[in-house]
């Protein structure tokens, strides 16, 4: 049983183009997160929701909108895609905010032709 | 912005050798996480510590908070080709909303 996942795995896309990744957590945990992690593999917070509520927004181009209908689903949407958002998208999830363990989901990666 | 830097950025040794990861900063973290990456796959925590000076044992890893909650460092003993991936730490500076700064992490390969 997967605790997080992550659709798609790979996702390719040229400039432009407006593209959607879904995320899901059975963990039942409040807070749910999504990083990007580029290409030397410095993982950075770029959202941040507890309870379908937005806590975090870290300074992220507004071209990025994330998403969270209910606790379970956290999804990311991006309009006008660029070369530079080309990067591995991971979704984590924790049972709170707080020094808790955070679940990360596969990754998602993206690339911008 | 607080900054995590962590040190080997590269490391590649023999099974059975000892190692240490350092994880430094000039800012007061609350907590301390360090994560370990494979190829494809999401992190996975290792450990949290929260108490300046704390040790903790995983094993054949131990993982040690700086007394003055700036520093941390992780030790391999007799690592292990399964002991390879991207070693990340991550801390919290204890703001009103919990947020992980990521160090740019240590990529070890243990040679068998």
């Keep these: 049983d997967t605790a997080v996942s992550q659709t798609p795995k790979y996702l390719v896309t040229q400039m432009g183009n407006d593209k959607s990744i879904k995320c899901e957590q059975n963990l039942g945990h409040d807070t749910m997160y999504w990083y990007k992690q580029d290409s030397k593999k410095f993982l950075k917070i770029m959202f941040s929701y507890n309870n379908k509520e937005l806590i975090i927004n870290e300074t992220v181009p507004n071209r990025f909108s994330p998403k969270s209908p209910d606790k379970a689903h956290l999804n990311l949407h991006i309009n006008s895609l660029e070369l530079g958002d080309s990067a591995v998208y991971f979704c984590a999830s924790s049972p709170g905010q707080g020094p808790y363990e955070q679940y990360f989901g596969p990754g998602t990666r993206l690339t911008v032709t | ?112």
Aim: a neutral charge; hydrophobic letters at 30%; glycine letters at 12%.
């Design chain 2, 1 to 112: 912005t607080q900054l995590l830097e962590q040190s080997p950025q590269f490391l590649s040794i023999q099974e059975g050798e000892n190692l240490t990861v350092y994880c430094n900063s000039s800012s007061v973290f609350s907590s301390l996480q360090w994560y370990r990456q494979e190829p494809g796959e999401g992190p996975v925590l290792l450990v949290t510590v929260v108490t300046g000076g704390e040790v903790k044992k995983l094993k054949r890893l131990t993982f040690q908070f700086g007394d003055a909650r700036k520093d941390s460092s992780l030790h391999i003993t007799a690592a292990q080709p399964g002991d390879t991936g991207l070693y990340l730490c991550a801390g919290d500076s204890g703001g009103s909303n919990y947020k992980l700064t990521f160090g740019k992490g240590t990529l070890l390969t243990v040679n068998p």
